[in-house]
């Protein structure tokens, strides 16, 4: 085929490699407004690509992605103002906590399927946030929240300031892209690929479905929970409102918009749900209508999303085609 | 030797007996027919086997354990594979990707592996790349293995079922209509298929509608005919049994 020869350095890699060094340098071209705006879309960028792995890889509907960020923030803001932990120190314990917490949650409904998984996850996003708001177990500050979160502190320097956040936030994108990049491209991620496409072909085909589905649950929700963490020392607070319905929705959003299952797609989709809002200001409340109209025309015309995921690539050993023919059988 | 052996099998759904009390052996090696006229209950004989239903009564028993009420999953990593009666591959994967899916029960990477690439981790995915592309070979697709599984050719799609049933190493492999839609050449090159899956030690069993195919084929026969087990012999005897062409052609009396 044409492609192997042209597609072993894709352009869209040097695209790739234009963005990323216009991200490294954005700090130093923007004000500390427009840096926050950054900080926000990477913020949503890392929640999109762990939702992505749900959603997008799996195809589990889960439209209570906000709950697992709630557990990560609260589990941070909880440990750190009633022990004083280092709030970097507490990126594994939120984790866990909402990996646990997706853990027993998914559990009881992986078998549920599409909408009816759907629904069940927007219940327990309420829930979470119902809790919150009433002060469960006394420790979450009910409708206020909790505040007085401390700064994140690495290597002796406080991260304080716009684009310090900026930068731990950037970084911590980009190592989350490249590590779900490899996972994508291995065993655990095609296996969450097959039980997308036809879960009864990938049970016959070997595939343990209900132990790869909550493993996508547990690991997409830990991921959330680290970024509540960083969510909650970048505000100092946390309270129920920041978690809600809504949230949900945008993460859900962005990856449908920018396109399900692709790095770059999600990546985009944060770019335009969280940042061009902030562009359109102006319009006051005509964006909204904009940009609602926007999806509806999207949806219409390139359902996949902006940018779909591309094949995967594998380095096929190219035989010699008459030694390969005379071992054939089969139909062609 | 018996490689797997069906006890007084029985399947219902509500009020209908669809499998009812049906016994027969596969031999270690052998290729085994199940026929009989449509709705007759093979289909859900495999399904029972592969752990897809869970049996009302009856025993199961491959290579010597009972697998009745295992996951299936579970089943496959013990060595039995199978085809789907309508094709179920993964549309939207390439064809080397759908081999690769019937790998996995054989690799043992994870979350870790995955994303950090251990020695170990990229040592196992270029095993499963060779063993892959091998099969696709095996089953005559070795030049199609970039191109996307729903753009075959629908003969193509049912060999790409089997490369990937191939794939997680079975002992037994289970074939559910492999000759359905496709030709006559199609169909003898199939033949030869199951004939070179036989050398490789494998025991086939199949339901076939193409009698053709399992005359040539098949060393023994099993006729289902609602649900329950009517003949079971050589294809030669099978042909002349009379419950069997009555079953598939009607008694003359029926007409009155």
């Given at each position: 085929m044409m492609q192997n020869t042209a597609e072993k350095f894709p352009k869209r890699y040097i695209v790739y490699g234009i963005c990323a060094v216009l991200l490294a340098f954005a700090p130093l071209l923007l004000d500390?407004?427009?840096?926050?705006?950054?900080?926000?879309?990477?913020?949503?960028?890392?929640?999109?690509?762990?939702?992505?792995?749900?959603?997008?890889?799996?195809?589990?509907?889960?439209?209570?992605?906000?709950?697992?960020?709630?557990?990560?923030?609260?589990?941070?803001?909880?440990?750190?103002?009633?022990?004083?932990?280092?709030?970097?120190?507490?990126?594994?314990?939120?984790?866990?906590?909402?990996?646990?917490?997706?853990?027993?949650?998914?559990?009881?409904?992986?078998?549920?399927?599409?909408?009816?998984?759907?629904?069940?996850?927007?219940?327990?996003?309420?829930?979470?946030?119902?809790?919150?708001?009433?002060?469960?177990?006394?420790?979450?500050?009910?409708?206020?929240?909790?505040?007085?979160?401390?700064?994140?502190?690495?290597?002796?320097?406080?991260?304080?300031?716009?684009?310090?956040?900026?930068?731990?936030?950037?970084?911590?994108?980009?190592?989350?892209?490249?590590?779900?990049?490899?996972?994508?491209?291995?065993?655990?991620?095609?296996?969450?690929?097959?039980?997308?496409?036809?879960?009864?072909?990938?049970?016959?085909?070997?595939?343990?479905?209900?132990?790869?589905?909550?493993?996508?649950?547990?690991?997409?929700?830990?991921?959330?929970?680290?970024?509540?963490?960083?969510?909650?020392?970048?505000?100092m607070i946390v309270s129920p409102e920041s978690f809600n319905f809504w949230e949900s929705v945008i993460m859900f959003t962005l990856i449908i918009l920018g396109g399900s299952g692709s790095i770059p797609g999600v990546l985009m989709g944060a770019f335009l749900i969280i940042g061009l809002p902030e562009v359109f200001r102006g319009f006051a409340n005509a964006r909204m209508l904009i940009f609602g109209a926007a999806m509806v025309v999207m949806m219409i015309f390139r359902p996949q999303g902006i940018l779909p995921p591309h094949p995967r690539k594998y380095p096929i050993p190219r035989m010699d085609k008459t030694n390969r023919m005379s071992e054939n059988e089969g139909t062609s | 030797m018996s490689l797997l052996r069906l006890e007084n099998l029985t399947k219902k759904f509500g009020g209908l007996t669809a499998v009812n009390n049906v016994s027969f052996e596969s031999g270690q090696g052998s290729i085994v027919g199940l026929i009989g006229p449509n709705g007759a209950g093979k289909t859900t004989v495999f399904n029972l086997i592969t752990g897809n239903y869970q049996p009302n009564e009856g025993n199961i028993i491959f290579d010597g354990q009972p697998i009745a009420g295992l996951l299936t999953h579970k089943i496959v990593s013990m060595g039995i594979a199978r085809t789907f009666q309508t094709i179920r591959l993964f549309k939207n994967l390439s064809a080397l990707e759908n081999v690769l899916a019937g790998c996995h029960c054989r690799m043992k990477s994870g979350i870790f592996g995955g994303m950090f690439r251990t020695p170990a981790q990229k040592r196992e995915e270029r095993e499963a790349l060779e063993q892959a592309l091998a099969e696709l070979d095996f089953v005559g697709l070795g030049e199609q293995a970039d191109v996307l599984s729903s753009n075959l050719s629908y003969g193509?799609?049912?060999?790409?079922?089997?490369?990937?049933?191939?794939?997680?190493?079975?002992?037994?492999?289970?074939?559910?209509?492999?000759?359905?839609?496709?030709?006559?050449?199609?169909?003898?090159?199939?033949?030869?298929?199951?004939?070179?899956?036989?050398?490789?030690?494998?025991?086939?069993?199949?339901?076939?509608?193409?009698?053709?195919?399992?005359?040539?084929?098949?060393?023994?026969?099993?006729?289902?005919?609602?649900?329950?087990?009517?003949?079971?012999?050589?294809?030669?005897?099978?042909?002349?049994?009379?419950?069997?062409?009555?079953?598939?052609?009607g008694t003359e009396e029926e007409d009155e």
């Amino acid at each position: 085929m044409m492609q192997n020869t042209a597609e072993k350095f894709p352009k869209r890699y040097i695209v790739y490699g234009i963005c990323a060094v216009l991200l490294a340098f954005a700090p130093l071209l923007l004000d500390s407004y427009w840096t926050d705006v950054l900080n926000n879309v990477g913020l949503y960028a890392i929640l999109g690509l762990s939702l992505n792995l749900i959603v997008g890889h799996s195809g589990l509907f889960n439209l209570g992605h906000a709950a697992f960020y709630a557990m990560g923030a609260y589990t941070a803001a909880i440990l750190n103002t009633l022990f004083k932990i280092p709030i970097l120190l507490l990126l594994p314990a939120s984790a866990l906590t909402a990996g646990l917490f997706a853990l027993i949650i998914a559990r009881p409904i992986i078998h549920l399927r599409g909408d009816y998984l759907c629904i069940v996850t927007i219940g327990v996003g309420e829930i979470i946030r119902i809790a919150l708001i009433n002060d469960i177990f006394g420790i979450t500050g009910g409708a206020n929240g909790i505040f007085g979160i401390s700064r994140p502190v690495l290597f002796g320097l406080k991260i304080n300031k716009p684009y310090e956040f900026y930068y731990l936030i950037w970084i911590f994108a980009a190592v989350t892209v490249f590590l779900f990049f490899r996972l994508e491209n291995s065993r655990f991620g095609r296996a969450l690929n097959y039980l997308r496409e036809d879960e009864v072909a990938a049970e016959g085909s070997g595939i343990n479905t209900a132990y790869y589905k909550l493993a996508a649950f547990v690991l997409g929700a830990a991921w959330a929970g680290m970024v509540g963490t960083i969510y909650a020392s970048k505000m100092m607070i946390v309270s129920p409102e920041s978690f809600n319905f809504w949230e949900s929705v945008i993460m859900f959003t962005l990856i449908i918009l920018g396109g399900s299952g692709s790095i770059p797609g999600v990546l985009m989709g944060a770019f335009l749900i969280i940042g061009l809002p902030e562009v359109f200001r102006g319009f006051a409340n005509a964006r909204m209508l904009i940009f609602g109209a926007a999806m509806v025309v999207m949806m219409i015309f390139r359902p996949q999303g902006i940018l779909p995921p591309h094949p995967r690539k594998y380095p096929i050993p190219r035989m010699d085609k008459t030694n390969r023919m005379s071992e054939n059988e089969g139909t062609s | 030797m018996s490689l797997l052996r069906l006890e007084n099998l029985t399947k219902k759904f509500g009020g209908l007996t669809a499998v009812n009390n049906v016994s027969f052996e596969s031999g270690q090696g052998s290729i085994v027919g199940l026929i009989g006229p449509n709705g007759a209950g093979k289909t859900t004989v495999f399904n029972l086997i592969t752990g897809n239903y869970q049996p009302n009564e009856g025993n199961i028993i491959f290579d010597g354990q009972p697998i009745a009420g295992l996951l299936t999953h579970k089943i496959v990593s013990m060595g039995i594979a199978r085809t789907f009666q309508t094709i179920r591959l993964f549309k939207n994967l390439s064809a080397l990707e759908n081999v690769l899916a019937g790998c996995h029960c054989r690799m043992k990477s994870g979350i870790f592996g995955g994303m950090f690439r251990t020695p170990a981790q990229k040592r196992e995915e270029r095993e499963a790349l060779e063993q892959a592309l091998a099969e696709l070979d095996f089953v005559g697709l070795g030049e199609q293995a970039d191109v996307l599984s729903s753009n075959l050719s629908y003969g193509n799609q049912r060999l790409l079922e089997i490369a990937r049933a191939l794939a997680t190493r079975p002992r037994l492999l289970i074939l559910d209509e492999p000759a359905g839609g496709m030709n006559e050449q199609e169909t003898d090159s199939l033949i030869r298929l199951i004939r070179r899956t036989q050398d490789r030690g494998i025991t086939v069993l199949l339901i076939e509608h193409d009698m053709g195919l399992v005359m040539e084929v098949c060393e023994k026969l099993v006729v289902i005919e609602y649900g329950g087990k009517i003949a079971e012999g050589t294809p030669d005897e099978i042909k002349e049994n009379p419950r069997v062409i009555e079953a598939y052609l009607g008694t003359e009396e029926e007409d009155e």
